[in-house]
């Protein structure tokens, strides 16, 4: 099993829509997660950080699921520039972040 | 406030030849590593730093030397360019010393051994 694993999709949503993305992970000691967007290649750039049990920044909310060993993100209103690579990041506590393959949105007018 | 500055952008090698790719940040952090992303692999951990004079290896270390003499730089050698390098590295920094901090990320660098 992966140390984390995504859906790599893509997810076709249209504008408007709400589009939520799961990501699992191995380890239960793990005690943070990020969320990163990736564009085309470049830069992975942090979009939220989750510490407890969730986190909410305008139009995302992200979800952390202890027992299930799972975090969410939820994007509602989806916007055209939402359209991007998510990457789910992993703190198990080694001193090395773990990045899932990612989880490709692609939303369409 | 530069950030994390990676340089060179783009590179071509010919198999066997060696380069060192360049990383430095200007945030004084001690957390620094560098990933190499390839299609349908993610990011994967090279190498990385706690601090100055402290290195350590990551996921895929083998072909890869790293240094740290100061907080702010942290260089990648590649001492014999194979073609299963080529890759989009980046470099990124954060925060605290157990890794656990967000990462910040340098733009990349595009490398293509052939």
């Known amino acids: 099993r992966k140390e984390v694993e995504q859906d790599p999709g893509p997810f076709n949503v249209p504008e408007g829509a709400t589009v939520a993305f799961n990501c699992t992970y191995s380890?239960?000691?793990?005690?943070?997660f990020f969320w990163y967007r990736q564009d085309c290649r470049k830069e992975p750039k942090l979009l939220m950080s989750?510490?407890?049990s969730g986190n909410e920044d305008g139009r995302f909310t992200a979800q952390l699921n202890r027992a299930s060993q799972y975090i969410s993100l939820l994007i509602r209103d989806s916007k055209l520039s939402d359209s991007a690579t998510y990457l789910c990041?992993?703190?198990?506590?080694?001193?090395?972040?773990?990045f899932g393959q990612g989880t490709t949105l692609q939303v369409k007018p | 406030n530069a950030g994390v500055t990676q340089t060179p952008k783009f590179q071509v090698l010919k198999t066997g030849q060696s380069m060192t790719l360049q990383c430095a940040q200007d945030?004084?952090?001690?957390?620094m590593s560098w990933y190499r992303q390839d299609p349908g692999m993610g990011l994967r951990l090279i190498h990385y730093?706690?601090?100055?004079?402290?290195?350590d290896q990551g996921e895929v270390p083998n072909g890869y030397n790293v240094s740290r003499s100061t907080t702010e730089d942290f260089p990648l050698r590649l001492l014999s360019a194979a073609p299963s390098q080529t890759s989009v590295y980046f470099c990124?920094?954060?925060?605290?010393?157990?890794?656990?901090?967000?990462?910040?990320f340098g733009n990349g660098t595009r490398l293509t051994v052939t």
């Open positions: 990124a920094s954060s925060t605290g010393q157990d890794g656990g901090s967000p990462l910040h």
């Open positions: 380890n239960s000691a793990s005690q943070s």
């Open positions: 989750v510490y407890s």
């Open positions: 990041v992993v703190n198990p506590n080694t001193g090395k972040l773990i």
């Open positions: 945030m004084n952090h001690e957390y």
């Open positions: 730093s706690v601090g100055a004079g402290i290195t």
